[in-house]
């Protein structure tokens, strides 16, 4: 799909951006003048901290990605909804799965009006079959590759990566991947179907108006919950020698009516795969919408453990956090979160893997196969954070953390291009680095967007979005973000 166009994206991709910008000023009205200085000159300066570092004259890293994948099918939600006769419910509720269209439209209107994003699995196979017949004929429908594994292969390649996949595809799927992307998987006739609900800031459904633009997306997969591909990854893996290992798309897993025993015995036999891995060999684990408190209670246990690195969004990070302190899951959180909240709530999900970590070490020593967290990436519509520990293996967090703010505008918008007049900022023009009183505050400097500064044991640095205002996608915007960040870290 991509054939060599890894390095040109990147050594023309950033020029493009950089025309953009000299165009946009001559254009620009009088009254827009102030404000779209700061936003050429909050542009130029990413670009030139992501270019700090590539790939030039370096060997193409190795990125091992696993599990599974799917077709999106993505179409505007609020007209599959209607043209399917769901009405607006006056009752919009929480439910773990979807069983019928009653809860689907609960369960939209419950995420659709705060503009977070969601993923629930339909129990019901023939709700979930009229749902992709009516999103077929509907207009302006999109189909692309989908599922966290394959899409953040895909962008890993195009950053100039070679990347072993793990999933199983049919071959209509694997003939349209980058050549730089190896497929270690069984082949499926039919592959799982992904429905993507997205929907614009300011979109209408009965009564209720998204605050931001984003996502709902539902499936009903049949292959991706099993991991049928591991043990054909687990054995390419061995003779590939990965830079980094990337886990993602457990949350198939999620509200998945396995037999008994059926979910821990493969959680356990990819936690053997992951201790087995090189400590030379970085893992990162992909964080999702997880809602069932078994599955993340088992994740915790036996796949975090083994990850030092760790990528999630803002719902996901209290979701992560309320779990570890001892409380419930937590389905919806602030989809606009204030950077103080977010580096506090990133703190002490620091502190407390790493806590977990030094005491399973006292209670049965050392064993080599557990890791510390060393790095831990969040991703919001406003801003981009990254923490990672002095003197571990991640490398380049600075530029990494301006690749991912602008991947995220790259993405949403659907062009490798920035243009800043489809682009503002919503970060404010400056944030405390905590909640507690008397906290240092820190401006946004047009000239240096990307703040770092040294804490504890380890850096931060945060940079702002350039937020499309013009969106194509929403769907896949998470792994594109975190794959791009990681990709200058290796």
């Not at 082949?187 to 979109?203: F, K, M, Q, R, T």
């Not at 240092?440 to 205002?469: F, G």
């Amino acid at each position: 799909m991509e054939g060599n166009s890894g390095v040109s994206f990147m050594k023309y991709g950033s020029v493009l951006s950089l025309c953009v910008v000299l165009l946009a000023y001559w254009f620009r009205s009088p009254q827009d003048a102030v404000l779209d200085d700061r936003l050429d000159a909050v542009l130029s300066s990413l670009l030139r901290a992501e270019q700090k570092v590539g790939f030039d004259n370096v060997a193409r890293p190795k990125v091992a990605v696993g599990f599974g994948g799917c077709v999106d099918l993505i179409v505007d939600g609020v007209t599959l909804l209607d043209k399917i006769g769901l009405r607006p419910t006056e009752e919009p509720l929480h439910h773990d799965y979807i069983e019928n269209a009653q809860q689907l439209a609960q369960s939209f209107a419950y995420f659709f009006a705060p503009g977070a994003a969601s993923e629930r699995f339909v129990i019901n196979d023939t709700l979930f079959s009229e749902l992709v017949e009516a999103s077929r004929e509907l207009p302006g429908n999109r189909w692309s590759i989908g599922g966290n594994a394959p899409v953040m292969a895909g962008r890993m390649a195009t950053e100039g990566c070679d990347v072993l996949l793990g999933g199983s595809f049919s071959p209509d799927f694997t003939e349209v991947l980058s050549q730089h992307i190896t497929v270690a998987g069984n082949v499926v006739e039919e592959p799982d179907i992904h429905l993507i609900l997205e929907y614009p800031s300011g979109a209408s459904w009965g009564r209720y108006t998204s605050r931001r633009a984003n996502r709902y997306i539902v499936h009903s997969d049949d292959h991706n919950p099993y991991l049928a591909s591991m043990e054909d990854f687990a054995q390419k893996l061995k003779d590939f020698n990965p830079d980094l290992l990337v886990v993602g798309g457990l949350q198939m897993m999620d509200s998945f009516p396995f037999k008994s025993g059926e979910r821990q015995a493969l959680l356990s036999r990819l936690a053997e795969l992951l201790s087995s891995s090189s400590p030379q060999t970085g893992v990162h684990f992909e964080m999702a919408s997880f809602v069932d408190e078994g599955l993340m209670e088992d994740l915790l246990r036996l796949i975090v453990p083994h990850a030092d690195s760790l990528g999630m969004n803002e719902q996901e990070l209290p979701n992560i956090l309320s779990l570890l302190k001892g409380s419930n899951v937590t389905v919806l959180s602030d989809p606009n979160p204030r950077v103080a909240t977010v580096l506090d709530q990133m703190r002490e999900l620091y502190r407390l893997i790493n806590q977990l970590y030094r005491d399973a070490n006292e209670k049965s020593g050392s064993d080599g196969k557990r890791r510390p967290l060393t790095r831990l990436h969040v991703h919001t519509l406003a801003f981009q954070a990254i923490i990672v520990t002095h003197g571990s293996q991640w490398k380049n967090t600075m530029s990494a953390t301006a690749k991912a703010s602008l991947t995220a505008n790259r993405h949403v918008c659907g062009s490798p291009n920035i243009d800043p007049s489809k682009a503002r900022l919503i970060m404010d023009d400056s944030f405390s680095i905590s909640r507690r009183e008397g906290s240092q505050r820190i401006l946004l400097q047009e000239s240096r967007p990307v703040s770092c500064w040294d804490e504890d044991d380890y850096e931060i640095c945060v940079a702002p979005v350039l937020v499309c205002t013009e969106v194509y996608q929403t769907a896949g915007g998470g792994d594109n973000i975190s794959a791009a960040g990681l990709v200058l870290q290796i």
